[in-house]
């Protein structure tokens, strides 16, 4: 902790109070903030748990009953988001994931930035033996301004950190700017079941994203189901997202974007004539997770967050029809 020394003159007393008056205020209107923060945030009628983006950061219960949640993102802000839920090992909190987990990836990512992906990829080295021990167990895909995601879970009891890793303009992941929570999921359980899916998709390292049915219009449920899990080449694993396009689009851009190893990948801002409609981020092999989006006519991609999606067959279109 730093110790500041301050010299007081004549008029020192007053300032002494003047400084602590201040200091008061600014404590209790950031308590005013935040108790009206928790009160924004609510559990819908039908059961789904809000999480609220204003601008980087995620407003939303501080616990959680385990089970089945459907989780209505809101991203309010200027930028594309997601929310991605890791499952601590025991003993492990926000602190350490401060202290030994952020600096790594922002160093390392920094280095990428200066054209030095060498350098960069060995901060990676430098993360602790316990990151390996994070289960990333889901979340929403990618969700563009002023859009909103439905996304189904299954969550065990434990210590979660909700994340997100885009990237500000200048380079920074939104984690490393505090774009982190932590949420207790207790013992009880929800009692929910999960959703009916009219389509079902199967991800996995071989066969990339395959579905079942044809897509059509209006209010949809998908469940994406997780045949297995890798690490790809940027260290995360797959997960779906889906996103709208303009017609005759050129993809490139977007499946250059998805990668945030990449300098200009996951960074503000997304590239035009995209709109991120959500999904359900990485989950361990074996898992299912549930996503519901009202389909308008049009050209639709589903993609991953790796690197060259398309050879993956990660990076799927399909059109919605009248
Ligand atoms: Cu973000």
Do not use: R
Not at 240 to 260: D, F, P
Not at 273 to 301: D, I, K, Q, R
């Amino acid at each position: 902790m730093k110790t500041l020394k301050i010299y007081f003159p004549e008029s020192g007393l007053i300032q002494v109070l003047l400084v602590a008056f201040v200091l008061i205020s600014l404590y209790s209107c950031k308590f005013d903030k935040k108790q009206n923060e928790n009160d924004q945030i609510e559990i819908e009628k039908d059961g789904n748990i809000e999480i609220i983006t204003e601008v980087m950061e995620f407003k939303t219960l501080d616990t959680i009953l385990s089970g089945w949640n459907t989780f209505n993102y809101i991203n309010k802000s200027d930028e594309t988001h997601f929310f991605l839920m890791d499952k601590y090992p025991e003993g492990k909190t926000i602190e350490d994931t401060e202290k030994e987990i952020a600096p790594p990836f922002q160093n390392g990512m920094d280095l990428i930035n200066e054209g030095k992906p060498e350098e960069g990829f060995a901060e990676f080295n430098k993360l602790p033996a316990w990151f390996s021990e994070i289960v990333f167990v889901g979340g929403s895909g990618l969700v563009s301004p002023k859009n909103s995601s439905l996304t189904t879970i299954n969550l065990e009891p434990g210590y979660y950190i909700m994340e997100c890793y885009v990237k500000m303009a200048n380079g920074k992941f939104h984690s490393t700017m505090g774009m982190t929570k932590q949420i207790i999921v207790t013992d009880d359980d929800s009692g929910n079941s999960p959703p009916e899916a009219a389509v079902n998709i199967t991800i996995s390292s071989t066969e990339g994203i395959v579905y079942d049915k044809p897509i059509i219009k209006g209010l949809q449920t998908f469940s994406v189901h997780f045949k297995d899990q890798i690490a790809h080449e940027n260290f995360v694993g797959h997960d779906v997202n889906l996103v709208k396009t303009g017609k005759n689009m050129e993809l490139e851009g977007l499946e250059k974007w998805m990668n945030w190893a990449d300098p200009k990948g996951l960074i503000s801002p997304a590239p035009d004539g995209f709109t991120f409609l959500g999904g359900v981020n990485e989950m361990p092999a074996g898992s299912t997770g549930y996503f519901t989006v009202t389909l308008e006519p049009g050209n639709y991609v589903m993609i991953s967050e790796v690197p060259n999606p398309l050879s993956k067959n990660m990076m799927i279109t399909f059109e919605v029809s009248e």
